[in-house]
């Protein structure tokens, strides 16, 4: 025990439903709008002394819970799901550092929460919606606790406050390395930067050019067409959806988007298939496709997202062959370290982390992936408003290999005026790069009180 330990005391709950100015294309679906929620908890240390922190992650239900439920049902069953977390965490009298409270509640508590909402339904709401309904609450705890000390939250990730090391929460096996004496901390960048080069998405049904606009574009004063945002955004890094499920078409839009970003000024872009692929053999078909027709395009492909079921358990594909490519990175599929273990006996490469999985997941599979030489990304989930935040801090102190995502200025930029007006650098791109420099203060650095 340490006289820093602290307990939840208090949780409020927010939904901010967000309308998209454009369509999001996600796998099958495509959204129009998201409910975010917003939590505030109350925690108390030892001594009495009180503090407040702040989490928000969207309820991206399409990502989180493909199902034939509709996006309303699957939003509604979150909410309600997220209030009753709200209640079982402020009374489980769970006490200690916020990673410590976090796996407490998360393995025993949420578990049985989730088996409980899914006895009551027919059709289940997987693991995933679970931890990116605790996710803001665990944000909020860690940001309490830093606001608590007058920290911020990436010094508290040690052996001064921390009563276990790592190996209490990550398990050794017979080939495995030993946590024993490590925390967080040792796997952090030094000097981690403020600044980092940012990536647009480039969704399924975004008009690249002139002749895809159907004339129901918005005239809000942003950008519509991709070489548009390329110009005003200082873009070199660009993410792009495909389908999964028609070949030709993901590696027509390739072409397509390379020859328009390579003549601009982009270096590299990704491949995110939103778990649609069911086999190895079509990855591999539109790599050689580039490679054999467009090798620039080809070479300036950074690495490959999540094609596969993210359910990696019932679907243990071996993935060599992909990634002997390019680089394969989980996303969906990483829920914890343990999937980022299993992930890499399958031949993935490396992880996307999210701060949706929770700070603290995300945490403990950056250490298992760092320790194990698996290279990291950090990918967005749209974060708009105080959920940009924990996103850009986690990729400035994990070292990705290219930056950290950032697109809720693509699709609701005005939902973030308030946190735009003392983070300017944060919430706009400019010259391909978000600069998160007025972040200060105790816990994430959110400022809050001046928003």
Known sequence: MKPTDIRVIA??????????RVPLKFGPETVQNVVCLRVQVTVED???????????????????????????????????????????LVGSGLQGHPMEIAQDFQHGVLMKALADENHRSPLEMPYLGALVAFSAFDIAVHDAFGVLLGRDIYTTYNAEFMNRDLAAYIEAD?????????????????????????????????????????????????????????????????????????????????????????????????????????????VNEIMDGLLANEPEIYARTLYVEQPFPYDLEAHQIDVRSVSARKPLFLDESAHDWEFVRLGRRLGWSGVALKTCKTQTGA????????????PLMVQDLTNPTLAMIPHVRLAA?????????????????DASLKEA????GLYQRRNGVVDFSTLGGPGFGYRIAEM
């Open 397 to 413: 102190h994990a070292g990705t290999i290219q930056g950290v995502e950032c697109n809720a200025m693509q699709f609701y930029p």
């Open 174 to 282: 017979a080939e495995d390395i030993d946590f024993t004496g490590r925390y967080p901390q040792d796997y952090f960048v030094k000097n981690a930067p403020t600044t980092l080069p940012v990536w647009h998405l480039v969704g399924g049904v975004d008009a690249l050019e002139a002749c895809d606009l159907t004339g129901s574009e918005p005239n809000d004063g942003y950008p519509i067409l991709l070489e548009d945002w390329i110009k005003q955004d200082g873009l070199t890094c660009l993410k792009i959806k495909l389908r999964g499920t028609d070949a030709e078409w993901d590696y027509q839009r390739m072409v397509r988007i390379g020859r328009i970003g390579l003549p601009l000024g982009v270096r590299w872009f990704s491949a995110d298939f939103n778990c649609t692929v069911k086999a190895p053999a079509y």
């Open 11 to 20: 949780a409020d709950v927010h939904f901010l439903p967000i309308t998209l």
């Open 421 to 424: 007006a003392v983070h300017p």
């Open 363 to 374: 945490l403990l599979s950056l250490c298992w992936a760092k320790a194990h030489g698996m």
């Open 46 to 88: 030892r001594a009495g002394t009180q503090a407040q922190g702040w989490g928000e992650t969207p309820l991206s239900v399409s990502w989180v819970w493909p199902s034939t439920l509709t996006i309303a049902e699957r939003t509604e069953r979150m909410k309600s799901f997220s209030s009753r977390v709200a209640t079982l």
